[in-house]
Nanobody, 126 residues
């Protein structure tokens, strides 16, 4: 069993930066791909970013490409999301997720992920 806990959310101004982190316990993350998703009020959960095992490949949604950076520190069992040039439309609850089945793939669908954190709220004011 894996427990994921996100932190770093909060209220920011448009154009600001924010770094989200996700700690994992119960299992080492070094063998698994991980991702970030977000869900805005009244909308479905959407893919944000994914990083494969060892960090060799990273994938981003079109809406965050060039502004967000996903990274991992396997030694610390830590996943991060650096968010720059934040926009009001980035307002959402952000979730980290772990994929135990496909460490090298490019899965962006939420059904591909097996473990989820409880989420952290990011609110971007204009």
């Amino acid at each position: 069993q894996v427990q994921l806990v996100e932190f770093g959310g909060g209220l920011v101004q448009a154009g600001d930066s924010r770094r989200l982190s996700c700690t994992a316990s119960g299992r080492a993350i070094s063998r698994f791909a991980m991702g970030w998703f977000r869900q805005a009020p009244g909308k479905e959960r959407e893919f944000v970013a994914r990083i494969t095992v060892s960090g060799s490949n990273r994938y981003y949604s079109d809406s965050v490409q060039g502004r967000f950076t996903i990274s991992r520190d396997n030694a610390k069992n830590l996943l991060s999301l650096q968010m720059n040039s934040l926009k009001p439309e980035d307002t959402a609850v952000y979730y980290c997720a772990l994929d135990v089945r496909n460490p090298w793939g490019a899965d962006t669908q939420s059904v591909a992920y097996d473990y989820w954190g409880q989420g952290t709220q990011v609110t971007v004011s204009s």
